[in-house]
């Protein structure tokens, strides 16, 4: 264990003080710059007046932004399964419409293209749901789903679910995308 006295941390915060003042009266190094937070700050929104918590659960992550402006807060639980490479292979969010209705928010790689089917294999006989990409942007297309009675029964036996789609210069994908952990998600934003 190391034992400063206080005067000495007083010393040393005086010294980095004026370090760093004299330096900042110089030009800046070249090459060098501030990199921007990560969290987008929403439209209407100032900085300093928008917070983002993130909760890690097992196999899902809560994401919850307030306004402390307006004291509004809006939550999505994400997973995401990665490739060997670490790349996103696949994503999905469960997340709220306006007016509180549960959805599915999908996201498979750009190359997949608008119209691919994205196909969700739940338990043993299997329940099937098979949704369309209806977007893509330069890394992702999306698709959507409304959580239905099937969904939600899986959700609450926390179902192994296998997610297969194709891409075009790769072929079938096929990987697991496990629900287990969702519950104790949902029941912590009761």
């Not at 915060?13 to 969290?39: F, H, N, R």
Request: glycine content about 8%; proline content about 6%; overall charge positive.
């Amino acid at each position: 264990m190391i034992l400063v006295s206080t005067r000495r941390l007083a010393c040393l915060a005086s010294a980095i003080w004026l370090c760093g003042a004299a330096s900042a009266q110089g030009a800046p190094p070249a090459g060098y710059a501030v990199k921007p937070s990560d969290v987008a700050i929403p439209q209407g929104e100032t900085l300093g007046e928008f917070r983002r918590m993130i909760q890690p659960f097992h196999n899902w992550t809560l994401i919850c932004d307030e306004s402390l402006k307006s004291k509004r807060r809006v939550c999505n639980v994400t997973q995401s399964i990665v490739n060997a490479q670490g790349a996103v292979a696949f994503n999905w969010s469960l997340v709220a419409t306006a007016d509180g209705k549960p959805l599915m928010m999908m996201r498979i790689p750009a190359g997949a293209g608008v119209g691919a089917q994205i196909e969700l294999a739940m338990g043993d006989t299997p329940d099937r749901i098979v949704a369309q990409t209806d977007q893509c942007d330069a890394a992702f297309c999306f698709a959507t789903i409304a959580i239905g009675n099937v969904l939600k029964r899986h959700i609450r036996a926390a179902t192994p679910c296998r997610v297969s789609y194709q891409l075009p210069q790769i072929g079938p994908v096929v990987l697991e995308a496990p629900l287990d952990g969702l519950s104790a998600v949902l029941a912590k934003l009761k």
